[in-house]
């Protein structure tokens, strides 16, 4: 329950408490154990209706393209850009909710049956990565891993000597971009006329001229409003940690696996005392004149 369901709970208690017939309410037959019961099963409700209604506005995006014939919606994100060691990585995912390509065209024209399928597949609590914690990214994270068929995902990274050769985070994040979205698409053998990428961001790969000419679009927050976008967030999220809590093992005087590569306080004072490693983003200000 939110706190708020906690106060309305309470002020039902106090109510019922007050009533003319709580004097039995030790007998679990009373009407004022009924009521409770009553209360919790309502209240527990909301709460399920809520996760419903969230899950729901996370997927309107997607309903709406889906009404629009695109079957396969490919949502992107990265992490690891704003951090000072370690690669940045994408993650593209999109969720399939049929195997026969023979029936295309039907599907294209019932929407209402793939909205449903849609809806009916979503794992619960899928967020922005950010927005949950380590132990429910994992949660989910087990989840897509044990459903193969129907979520796919595909990844992209820059090392950061490859960050440092370009001498730009955002040309590094762009080139994932790409590459997650044709690797998903290539490797799942997607219909280019049914997909739509959604990238978070303000920025957009190039796809058109490429060997995946699809419709993309930039969506700053996509992760928090877009369902598959999310799935991704948290995907990437997962899989860049595993990387960073390996790289712990090889510079372990750096406390990768606390800090995962980002510019925390104790990251700073362990590059003064150490220097930095193969692993630290040497054009980055932090570490430019070391």
Not at 11 to 22: A, F, K, P, S
Not at 94 to 113: A, G, V, Y
């Amino acid at each position: 329950m939110q706190l708020i369901d906690y106060w309305h709970f309470a002020l039902q208690l106090v109510l019922l408490l007050t009533d003319h017939d709580c004097y039995c309410y030790h007998h679990p037959s009373t009407s004022l154990s009924k009521k409770l019961t009553a209360f919790a099963a309502a209240s527990s409700s909301k709460n399920n209706n809520n996760n419903n209604n969230n899950n729901n506005k996370n997927t309107s995006i997607e309903q709406k393209l889906h009404e629009r014939g695109y079957k396969y919606i490919i949502g992107t994100d990265e992490v690891g850009r704003g951090a000072i060691a370690g690669p940045v990585l994408s993650t593209s995912c999109c969720i399939f909710q049929h195997h026969d390509d023979d029936d295309d065209h039907d599907r294209r024209n019932d929407n209402k049956s793939m909205l449903s399928d849609h809806q009916h597949l979503l794992i619960q609590g899928v967020h922005d990565s950010k927005q949950i914690s380590e132990a429910q990214r994992e949660i989910i994270y087990q989840q897509v891993l044990q459903q193969p068929s129907i979520y796919k995902f595909a990844h992209a990274q820059r090392s950061p000597k490859e960050i440092d050769e370009l001498n730009s985070i955002l040309k590094a994040t762009m080139e994932c971009f790409q590459t997650s979205i044709q690797n998903l698409i290539l490797q799942e053998y997607i219909p280019l006329d049914l997909a739509y990428a959604i990238c978070d961001g303000e920025s957009t790969p190039k796809l058109v001229g490429g060997p995946t000419p699809i419709p993309c679009r930039p969506m700053v927050g996509a992760d928090g409003k877009v369902y598959v976008v999310s799935l991704a967030s948290i995907i990437a999220k997962v899989t860049r940690d595993r990387i960073m809590v390996e790289a712990h093992e090889e510079w372990p005087q750096y406390n990768f696996h606390l800090n995962k590569g980002y510019s925390t306080r104790d990251h700073i004072e362990r590059i003064h005392k150490y220097g930095p490693c193969p692993l630290h983003r040497m054009s980055f200000k932090a570490l430019k004149y070391r």
